[in-house]
């Protein structure tokens, strides 16, 4: 009877480490301009997002694109948004708490240590911060709201549709993350992350490129973290 409960736990692990969907991140040699219009923007969209701890349709679509050059990644969202929630506030303010908004996590090694995440409402408002460790494994929850990523652009657009919003975050940057992985990516290179949105209104939603199976943390579960390639 233990062996067989070991076996299954062994199963279920497996399964949850290979579930990653892998998502491209499409080389550029486009001049990017962060000013939340999507007009020029060349690299396809992936989507629509869904609840992410169950993976049902949510009420409103979410899409977004990622694409890379030497120097920078860049992210653009498109949201459909009936009702948008919130208003323009000071750098590193906790949006996620009160607004609208689109957030990206990023952790290279997948070891759910040193990893990053960035949240933009619909007024241009972002945060920056680094999570350091979520686990008992490596001391419990440990973030650092203080962090800044150098260098970090975001500009949201209001649409008659929603909103839109553009990111440009710098791989030097990145780089000086101490134990991250953050190494400038290269075409083949492979980084864990996650897209999100909260999309707050009558019916609040939280939303996912890639849904979870387990619901530990709520957003915060690297270990099933979606695959984003660098490719050409």
């Not at 279920?12 to 991140?25: D, E, M």
């Not at 977004?64 to 992210?75: A, D, H, I, R, T």
């Not at 419990?140 to 657009?157: C, P, Q, Y």
């Amino acid at each position: 009877m233990k062996f067989s409960s070991f076996v299954y736990l062994l199963i279920f692990l497996y399964s949850i480490n290979n579930y990653s969907q892998t998502f491209p991140v499409y080389k550029t040699s486009e001049k990017i301009t962060i000013d939340g219009d999507l007009k020029e923007w060349k690299t396809p969209f992936i989507g629509p997002f869904v609840i992410h701890n169950s993976g049902e349709k949510a009420l409103q679509n979410t899409f977004v694109s990622l694409s890379w050059n030497n120097k920078n990644l860049y992210l653009a969202y498109k949201c459909t948004d009936s009702q948008i929630i919130g208003s323009p506030q000071k750098k590193d303010s906790q949006i996620f708490n009160t607004d609208d908004l689109v957030e990206i996590f990023l952790d290279p090694d997948g070891d759910g240590q040193n990893y990053i995440e960035i949240g933009v409402n619909a007024f241009s408002t972002n945060y920056d911060l680094l999570l350091k460790c979520i686990s008992p494994e490596c001391g419990g929850w440990n973030t650092a709201m203080d962090f800044d990523i150098k260098g970090l652009e975001s500009v949201s657009k209001v649409t008659p549709e929603g909103y839109t919003v553009e990111i440009k975050i710098p791989f030097s940057s990145l780089e000086n993350i101490e134990n991250g992985g953050f190494s400038k990516p290269k075409v083949g290179t492979k980084w864990k992350g996650n897209a999100f949105r909260i999309d707050y209104g009558n019916t609040t939603e939280y939303l996912a490129l890639q849904p979870y199976k387990s619901l530990i943390f709520g957003f915060h579960q690297p270990q099933e973290f979606a695959v984003f390639e660098f490719v050409e």
